[in-house]
């Protein structure tokens, strides 16, 4: 069964930091690249970064640059977004998802998370 856990959201100030994880089970995780993507209410669902099957190329959106990394751990199966500098507007319910292509674009991705909601308030 292939399974994406998301976990690490929470509620956070503006200005500070959050790292999200995504466990992934049920399939080759080296084979597949990653992305997350985020679903603020009442807003359609936006790429967030995505990272290739290796590691080696990134790519963030324009919002986020500067702010948040993407990574992987092979061999922990283990995708992470670390979240810097956190704004208001980042307020959104999280999730990662997997497919063959390193791209933001969710049409191409083959398996998603369950989400976890990000909400930044004072």
């Known amino acids: 069964e292939v399974q994406l856990q998301a976990s690490g959201g929470g509620l956070v100030q503006p200005g500070g930091s959050l790292r999200l994880s995504c466990a992934a089970s049920?399939?080759?995780?080296?084979?597949?690249?990653f992305a997350w993507f985020r679903q603020a209410p009442g807003k359609e669902r936006e790429g967030v970064s995505s990272?290739?099957?290796?590691?080696?190329?990134?790519f963030y959106a324009d919002s986020v640059k500067g702010r948040f990394t993407i990574s992987r751990d092979n061999a922990k199966n283990t995708v992470y977004l670390q979240m810097n500098s956190l704004k208001p507007e980042d307020t959104a319910v999280y999730y990662c998802?997997?497919?063959?292509?390193?791209?933001?674009?969710?049409?191409?991705?083959?398996?998603w998370g369950q989400g976890t909601l990000v909400t930044v308030s004072s």
């Open positions: 990272i290739s099957s290796g590691g080696g190329s990134t």
């Open positions: 998802a997997a497919g063959y292509i390193a791209t933001m674009q969710s049409m191409f991705m083959d398996y």
């Open positions: 049920g399939f080759t995780f080296d084979d597949y690249a």
